[in-house]
């Protein structure tokens, strides 16, 4: 198992893959999991797919543009929604959880390594 973590701007992602993506045994349909905060998902919730679209997500755009590829799985962690009076959602999802969100968010982290370590073993998600 490998763990990168980009050190690009989120919206470019998908540049963390090339070395990834140069090594021909590397499969992303079985061993790539993106995890990605999402303001469209209440905080403290979470969904794990196998594939699909980027949803808007501009880092998950990128992933897409480097594997040429949806078929990777995504764990979206939910830190919405976008309170109100809030216009730049990208300002929101930089800026610190307040502690109420950061609660709820370690509320869920169990059920998230759960569905994790469901991945690793090869079983499909709930």
Sequence with gaps: MRVLKPT????????ALVSLR??????????LLVLVDEFRIASGTFRLRLDGSAGGHNGLKSIEGALQSQAYARLRIGVGPLPE???D???YVL?????????????A?????????????G???A
């Design 8 to 15: 690009t701007y989120m919206n470019r992602s998908g540049a």
């Design 22 to 31: 140069a090594d021909p045994a590397f499969n992303p349909v079985s061993e």
């Design 85 to 87: 009076g809030v216009g």
């Design 89 to 91: 959602w990208a300002d």
């Design 95 to 107: 800026a610190p959880a307040d502690p109420e969100q950061r609660e709820l968010i370690d509320q």
């Design 109 to 121: 982290l169990p059920k998230m390594a759960d569905a994790v370590e469901r991945w690793l073993r």
């Design 123 to 125: 079983e499909t998600p």
